[in-house]
């Protein structure tokens, strides 16, 4: 009973260079997203995509990219890691429907850019 | 400007006794709110939620309390267990079910 995996867990980077972070949901949820949590800050969303196909900016897209590759998978890509970027992220999933609110959430990915 | 705020960063309870963590919001278009409960080095996982159109929900030693025209609403546990130990994020869905976070309260349940 996977849910919502991440990969991967930890990833360390130096600025300028480029990563791409892996979301994989065995739910079959059609929506997913990606969030950043910085201490103090909660969980800020980046980017969603509320069905396949379709992609939209969260709270803080600056500095990202998205791809809904399939139903399943949902990748978020740092084209020139930033020290700002230092975070941990993590991958959610839900599915569509006024009474499906709650969102699943992968384990997360620890990035740091030095 | 933080849309959703938990302004005790940290709360520590006697287990057994009753833990109260509070959140506040802005936007009254929110309709929606839950509570995640965090362990280090994992993902935020479901606790419990509330409709806007409620005042209360129960389940098991969770409840929370929505106080719709004070903007504000709070998770109560009881009895607290050390196991409760962990960050807690409140949450409120607006439109589109995207999720806006408080910034979390960290509780230390003593032994």
């Known amino acids: 009973n996977a849910g919502v995996t991440q990969t991967p867990k930890f990833q360390v980077l130096k600025t300028g260079q480029s990563m791409t972070l892996q979301c994989a949901q065995d739910?079959?949820?059609?929506?997913m997203y990606w969030y950043r949590q910085d201490p103090g800050m909660g969980l800020r969303l980046i980017y969603y995509?509320?069905?396949?196909?379709?992609?939209d900016k969260g709270e803080v897209p600056n500095g990202y990219n998205v791809s809904r590759l399939n139903k399943r998978e949902f990748s978020l890509r740092l084209e020139s890691a930033a020290p700002s970027q230092t975070s941990v992220y993590f991958c959610?999933?839900?599915?569509?429907?006024?009474?499906?609110?709650?969102?699943?959430f992968g384990a997360g990915t620890r990035l740091s850019v030095l | 400007d933080q849309q959703v705020k938990q302004n005790s960063p940290s709360l520590s309870v006697q287990e057994g006794r009753i833990s109260i963590l509070n959140c506040d919001y802005t936007?009254?278009?929110?309709?929606?709110f839950l509570w995640y409960k965090k362990y280090p080095a994992e993902g935020p996982t479901f606790l419990i939620s509330?409709?806007?159109?409620?005042d209360k929900n129960e389940d098991g030693r969770f409840t929370v309390f929505l106080n719709k025209s004070a903007k504000h609403l709070s998770l109560h546990i009881v009895p607290s267990q050390p196991g409760d130990s962990a960050v807690y994020f409140c949450?409120?869905?607006?439109?589109?079910?995207?999720?806006?976070f408080g910034g979390g309260t960290r509780v230390l349940v003593k032994p």
């Open positions: 959610a999933s839900s599915d569509r429907g006024w009474d499906k609110n709650i969102q699943y």
């Open positions: 739910m079959n949820h059609n929506s």
């Open positions: 995509s509320a069905s396949e196909g379709t992609t």
């Open positions: 936007n009254s278009m929110f309709d929606y």
């Open positions: 509330i409709s806007s159109i409620k």
């Open positions: 949450a409120a869905r607006a439109a589109g079910n995207k999720l806006t």
